[in-house]
């Protein structure tokens, strides 16, 4: 069982960014798990944003965040983040964060989702 937390959402201005957080409860299992960023526009269905690979070096994106976004991972805190860049009003929505045994993009292969973290940005 993985248990993830998002935090690190909030409002910014268009350009701007901001980096999410996402903290694994189980060190030991977290290694094993690659992370994916998925996100939730209201009225949208969930769409894939990015995804690290359990070693952390390899990492895919949806083509309308690749150059501005980006997915680290730091194993030593069980963490894996979010950058966002040149942040835009369509970039608003819901971010979760999610653990699968396969670096995927596809929604239906991640085991473990957090409660998501609302990013807002305005033009």
């Known amino acids: 069982q993985v248990q993830l937390v998002e935090s690190g959402g909030g409002s910014v201005q268009a350009g701007g960014s901001l980096r999410l957080s996402c903290a694994a409860s189980?060190?030991?299992?977290?290694?094993?798990?690659?992370i994916g960023w998925f996100r939730q526009a209201p009225g949208s269905e969930r769409e894939f944003v990015g995804t690290?690979?359990?070693?952390?070096?390899?990492?895919s994106y949806a083509d309308s965040v690749k150059g501005r976004f980006s997915v680290s991972r730091d194993s030593a805190k069980n963490t894996v983040y979010l950058q966002m860049n040149s942040l835009k009003p369509e970039d608003t929505a819901v971010y979760y964060c999610?653990?699968?045994?396969?670096?995927?993009?596809?929604?239906?292969?991640?085991?473990?989702w957090g409660q998501g973290t609302q990013v807002t940005v305005s033009s």
């Open positions: 999610a653990a699968s045994r396969f670096f995927t993009r596809n929604s239906g292969q991640y085991d473990y």
């Open positions: 189980s060190g030991r299992t977290f290694s094993w798990y690659a």
């Open positions: 690290s690979a359990l070693n952390g070096l390899s990492t």
